[in-house]
């Protein structure tokens, strides 16, 4: 966007930047991801009074949601996702989702997962993943973390948390110095979202 010199009012950040207003003050490698902020208090007093009001609209936060996850992921912050999956869910119309038998129901959420895990693959992520005893729904390794979710459709998380468990999806992580979380959760076929989640 840095070098689109187009002055859009959906996509102002060329006009923005190229005019001055902005400039780059940090870069982070990780999402590559830049910080902009304003040159001096002069400039941001003008831009406030002049420029914003009537050039800038609200818009949606397209790529906000990807970053919340892969944040809350990479500080292990794993009380965050529940809600943060939980709302995706909610926003997709029940028509996509209605299907005739069980067995479809299920391959829509596991699928639904599997996009997710790909919008944020800037993670190592296992969909699937066979192991010795059995097939894990997903890992997600982190430099810090691996998280392990198994899913159920219309179970519960225990059940899912006691599937991990039995089958030894952690056994593989054994010696790996990264701390585990085990995640259990349980889908609704009837509202579309996750309707039990546990974490050990």
């Known amino acids: 966007e840095f070098i ?32 902009l902020d304003f040159p001096n208090n002069e400039v941001k007093n003008g831009f ?12 949606e936060r397209i790529t906000g949601w990807i970053f919340d996850v892969l944040d809350a992921m990479r500080a292990g912050n794993i009380e965050k996702l529940e809600p943060l999956f939980t709302s995706f869910l909610s926003s997709i119309p029940y028509s996509m989702r ?8 299920e391959r829509y959420f596991h699928y639904t997962f599997y996009l997710i895990m790909k919008l944020i693959s800037v993670y190592t992520v296992y969909t699937e993943k066979q192991q010795s005893q059995g097939r894990v729904d997903c890992i997600v390794e982190t430099q810090k973390y691996i998280y ?51 974490i050990v």
Do not use: C, H
């Open 48 to 59: 406030i009074t002049m420029i914003a009001t009537s050039y800038l609209q609200p818009g």
């Open 98 to 105: 209605r299907k005739d038998n069980e067995r479809e129901k």
């Open 4 to 35: 689109d010199y187009k002055a859009d009012m959906e996509m102002p950040l060329p006009m923005i930047y190229q005019s001055g207003y902005l400039t780059i003050k940090g870069y982070e490698e990780f999402g590559n991801r830049f910080l």
């Open 148 to 198: 392990i979710f198994e899913f159920k459709l219309d179970g519960t998380a225990v059940e899912a948390i006691e599937q991990i468990e039995n089958k030894g999806y952690a056994r593989e992580y054994i010696l790996d110095g990264r701390k585990i979380f085990k995640i259990g959760a349980s889908f609704s076929s009837e509202t579309g979202t996750i309707s039990d989640w546990k």
